[in-house]
């Protein structure tokens, strides 16, 4: 245990918006990892972490007590928790460690759903606050401290071209990139300009388990995900369809309607008809809500 | 705390509403039963052997076996109708000393609370309990089951002790207890008795606790804290790597990536 050392929580550094993709000599970017933001607390002894709403999450995510191992000196790292579905980071897959309260079911679900930790800040290290040194002398020290590849610990890679970035981002469907300047200092609970955030509005393939209707014509689709087994619902979607179009889906899903909620968890609302999980929808949205459901989401297609 | 129940504390002429509470839990671990090829929770299922079919709860009686293999059947309605005087009443009989009531009788404890309008009489009660050092023996109905009790003072709460009626606790006849044929010097008998004083203290019973128990707690946790250990499955965590690599690949970074200079030693940083 270190005297002096700052005891969570501590309200990490936010980015604000920015619309579009730029390039510049002062910053760098960094790929916008789609997870839990989390704070990982280190004293010497014990390793707690902490989330973006100061909650604490030690217990969900028990294989970054391996921090203990890998470290020497108390340090306060910063970083985003991501789980992989299909290749991709997926918030509602990381949410499922997210929520859980019981130790064992978060250590059941170690294995089951493995997450990873990918490390952009250092706070805190030996036995001084880090905060007001640079960014550039921040990395330095988060590299050395983390130097070789211990998963799930990733330390985040730092790209000259934002705008290069940005569009392989696009390609490989992820959330965004972040544009950090260069020797700027790190401020907690600040949403500073000194870090932006450009996102990509990420396609997302749902299927789609019900529909409310505008007299006999669908005009809203109920969409869900697969978590395993279960489909998980995400929201419902409204825009991106013209009338003719809604009109030939209502004839299509009316063929598969079903009694019961094909969702796990169905939303608790009147006049949604169900159906079988069997259509997909590909659906445009700009960021997950608390809740796990799609924030303005748009179908682009029907699958 | 839930109640268990609301009925009435009879003394005499009056009648006190109170609720009546578990005072006391047991902390045991507990376990499941697993099958070992697959981990799954064991299910339980109620079978006749003879029908050799599943019975559903609709189907199963209560039968009294009062010789081996015959049975009396007793019905809902056979149990409805044994008269009880009281089915959710503390009757108080009689007061006696707490003293003359050997321990060995009480079973299970309950704290009673004052219900609607109870509160006068049963402080009235407490502080003449109180005053005369006296509890209250009663006879009581908890479900189905008419009990003995003890009602006594605990600090600002009345206690309830359900106790064994006298036909329940065995007779220590049977057992080889020392006779007066023994003799026991003097001395030896100085040293036990100083050996108690010296032992003697207040009782405490938060000096005490379950060790047993926290020994197995600290296995479990040592168990689950073991599976964290033992995880870190290659594949997805490639799976980052790759997704990493796929941006490095098209993308420039800032810098070559640094010369893990410390990973040939000890692959800890510092």
New interface residues.
């Given amino acids: 245990m270190s005297p002096g050392f700052p005891s969570p929580p501590i309200p990490p550094m936010e980015p604000v918006k920015c619309e579009k993709a730029f390039d510049s000599e002062d910053h ?1 970017f960094q ?1 916008k990892w789609d997870g839990v933001r989390v704070l990982a607390f280190f004293n010497g002894a014990e390793v707690t972490l902490q989330n973006r709403r100061l909650h604490d999450r030690t217990r969900q995510y ?2 970054l ?2 921090l203990r ?5 108390p340090v306060i790292i910063d970083g985003e928790i ?1 789980a ?1 579905k299909d ?2 980071p997926s918030f509602p897959t990381v949410m499922r460690r997210d929520g859980v309260r019981s ?2 079911t978060a ?2 679900l ?2 089951t759903v ?1 997450i ?1 930790y ?1 490390v952009f800040d250092i706070l805190y290290y030996r036995n001084n606050l880090t905060t007001d040194l640079p960014w550039y002398k921040r990395h330095e020290i988060l ?10 610990f ?1 330390v ?6 934002g705008l ?2 940005f569009a ?2 696009q390609r ?1 469907k992820l959330e965004g990139i972040v544009a950090k300047v260069k020797d700027s200092r790190y401020i907690p609970g600040g949403k500073s300009s000194l870090w932006k955030k450009i996102k990509n509005r990420p396609l997302l393939t749902c299927h789609i388990g019900g529909f409310t209707r505008r007299g006999t014509t669908a005009n809203s689709l109920l969409m869900g995900i697969f978590e395993q087994d279960r489909l998980l619902y995400i929201g419902r979607a409204g825009s991106g369809l013209r009338e003719e179009q809604w009109e030939s889906l209502t004839r299509v899903l009316s063929g598969v309607k079903t009694s019961s909620p094909p969702f796990e968890n169905p939303p608790q609302q009147t006049g949604i008809t169900w159906v079988k999980p069997v259509y997909q929808a590909a659906v445009e949205y700009t960021e997950w809500t608390e809740k796990t459901h799609l924030r303005s989401p748009v179908i682009k297609q029907i699958l | 705390m839930r109640s268990l129940w609301k009925g009435f504390l009879g003394f005499g002429l009056v009648s006190i509403p109170v609720k009546l509470y578990v005072a006391t839990e047991k902390k045991d671990v507990k376990f499941r039963y697993l099958h070992q090829a697959c981990m799954t929770p064991v299910q339980y299922q109620k079978r006749c052997p003879t029908c050799n079919k599943e019975l559903d709860n609709s189907e199963i009686v209560y039968g009294y076996e009062y010789q081996k293999g015959r049975f009396v059947v007793l019905s809902e309605e056979d149990f409805a109708r044994i008269p009880l005087p009281s089915t959710r009443s503390v009757e108080i009989l009689n007061f006696v000393d707490l003293n003359q009531v050997d321990p060995l009788y009480f079973d299970k404890s309950y704290y009673l609370e004052p219900g609607d309008g109870g509160s006068k009489p049963y402080l009235l009660l407490l502080q003449a309990m109180e005053a005369t050092g006296k509890i209250a023996i009663a006879r009581v109905v908890i479900r189905t089951k008419e009990s003995l009790a003890a009602v006594r003072v605990k600090d600002r709460v009345l206690v309830m002790e359900t106790m064994f009626f006298p036909d329940e606790v065995r007779s220590y006849a049977g057992l080889e207890l020392p006779g007066d044929n023994i003799q026991i010097h003097e001395n030896e008998s100085k040293m036990a008795i100083s050996l108690i004083e010296n032992l003697t203290t207040d009782f405490d019973p938060d000096q005490y606790q379950n060790r047993y128990r926290q020994a197995l707690r600290e296995m479990i946790e040592a168990k689950i804290a073991g599976q964290e250990v033992e995880v870190s499955p290659e594949a997805p965590a490639a799976n980052v790597v790759d997704l990493m690599e796929a941006l490095k690949q098209s993308v420039k970074m800032t810098e070559k990536p640094r010369k893990r200079k410390r990973t040939a030693k000890t692959g800890v940083g510092t």
Wanted: proline content about 9%; charged content about 15%.
């Fill in positions: 760098i790929v028990p294989e007590q391996s191992q890998l470290v020497k000196h991501i992989l290749g991709n130790a064992n250590a059941s170690v294995k493995p990873s990918m590299q050395d401290v983390l130097s070789a590849m211990h998963p799930p990733h985040v890679d730092n790209f000259t071209g290069e970035l392989q981002v490989m």
